[in-house]
């Protein structure tokens, strides 16, 4: 068709339709966009805190971190002075100091014997055999609710390629919380080479514990498990070990072993300490032991127990004396408070690296001494080995502070800190002669 060219031209519109911002739909993108973004960061809040939860332990572990502060755990103690003195004689054989007085001093009344006389003998009978049995039985029973079963769990692969598992008992002691963790005392060498750590409450309450600490020397460790991983009325069932004190016992005294001491777990014997005064010389330290007349064999453990409940001995089977092998041993506890008390707070040992004797005083005077130990043994590499100690030296002094016996010396070390530089006088026989030295000795870390 043929466009007429006389008729007017339309105008042309570029933009026909008129744009209107749509205001209502850009506020419903903008409340829709916000409240996604307030669901996402709530979601991602929940995961966060799950995984943070389950994580946090093995962080804090990492980083060397606690959620809470640790308490430190103190064990009471004394020294063989103190129990000595702490027991009163009869006010008869009291010694009276006498006073100044103006008045004439009275003379004392006559003492009146006084005797006993038996009107009626009455022989023991089975039901007062059982009656003493049953109040044996009420200590025993209170204190196990201090023992726990310790479990090493290890890991290996035989010859089909396949896994299996070894599992190792033994017995263990509560000594202590320190706001985060039980500890637990047990026996090293059950469980140092465990790839995984269970330690039984009760009956059925199984919680994974960590070794915590451990000294190698005595065959000591201690086990941390999580307060938060024990059930709560099982942890009210839970006690704290009583240790007495060691120094005091004699032959005869009645005792109860429990844990482990005829090898089979939650057994217990009944016997007396038939020997006294043993030793056992370790590094840088003594140990005291005693020995009783139950079952031994080569998987006892436990503890012993005296009348009053309280835990006087540690079994042992790795430290007894040349000779007494077969003999059911323990090491007295008073002499090992000090390192369960460090173990249980983490605290670094030093290290010196002898073993020793104490020198008998005949023998000192001989040589022209007046106090010294002698050294046995240097152990390779040590801080005596590198200082230039060797064995036959007798060491008199540690900073000019006299060595008396190896529980002196021992106790010396204990008061050093690892990396110090302590000052050692010792006497050496040289072609007969003996001649004093110093030597410089840096501690270690142990």
């Known amino acids: 068709m043929v466009k007429d060219h006389h008729e007017p031209e339309k105008e042309f519109q570029f933009i026909q339709e008129k744009v209107v911002p749509r205001r209502k739909n850009r506020m419903k993108r903008l409340a829709s966009a916000v409240a996604m973004t307030i669901v996402l960061a709530v979601l991602f809040g929940i995961i966060a805190r799950v995984v943070f939860i389950k994580s946090e332990s093995w962080v804090l572990r990492l980083l060397g971190m606690d959620m809470e502060e640790r308490q430190q755990i103190t064990i009471p103690s004394k020294g063989p002075e103190e129990i000595e003195a702490s027991i009163t004689p009869d006010e008869e054989e009291q010694e009276v100091l006498p006073t100044l007085s103006a008045t004439p001093k009275p003379e ?113 460790a201690v086990v941390s498990v999580p307060l938060k991983d024990i059930p709560q009325q099982q942890l009210s069932q839970i006690k704290t070990a009583v240790l007495g004190e060691s120094y005091s016992i004699s032959v005869g ?77 323990a090491i007295g506890i008073s002499r090992l408070k000090g390192l369960i008390e460090k173990l249980a707070n983490k605290e670094e ?55 008396v016996s190896i529980t002196n010396f021992s106790n010396m070390l204990s008061t050093f800190e690892p990396k110090q530089i302590i000052k050692v006088q010792v006497s050496r026989i040289s072609k007969n002669e003996l001649k004093e030295m110093t030597f410089q000795v840096t501690l270690q870390k142990k």
């Open 108 to 220: 004392p009344e006559e003492k009146v014997e006084e005797v006993t006389v038996i009107e009626q003998r009455l022989d023991a009978t089975i039901a007062d055999y059982e009656k003493v049995l049953g109040e044996m039985k009420k200590i025993a029973t209170s204190v196990g609710y201090s023992l726990v079963t310790v479990t090493a769990v290890e890991s290996g692969v035989d010859w089909f390629n396949e896994t299996y598992e070894t599992r190792k008992s033994t017995s263990g002691i509560v000594i202590g919380e320190n706001n985060v963790d039980l500890l637990i005392l047990t026996s090293f060498d059950r469980i140092q080479s465990a790839d995984d750590i269970e330690v039984t409450f009760g009956t059925a309450t199984i919680v994974s514990g960590e070794l915590w600490d451990y000294d190698e020397d005595c065959n000591l």
């Open 253 to 329: 005294t009645p005792i109860i072993a429990l844990g482990s001491p005829n090898g089979y777990a939650g057994s217990m014997e009944i016997g007396i300490v038939t020997s006294k005064g043993s030793m056992i010389y370790t590094t840088d330290n003594k140990l005291e032991l005693f020995n009783m007349d139950i079952i031994t064999t080569e998987n006892s453990d436990g503890i012993i127990v005296n009348m009053k409940g309280e835990i006087i001995g540690l079994i042992t089977r790795t430290l007894k004396e040349e000779g007494n092998e077969t003999l059911s041993t």
């Open 349 to 403: 040992r030093v290290y010196f690296g002898i073993r020793g004797e104490d020198v008998p005083m005949s023998v000192l005077n001989e040589q022209g001494l007046e106090n010294g130990i002698y050294v046995t043994e240097v152990l390779a590499d040590s801080p005596a080995f590198k200082a230039g100690i060797k064995q036959g030296d007798i060491i008199t002094s540690i900073n000019d502070n006299s060595v």
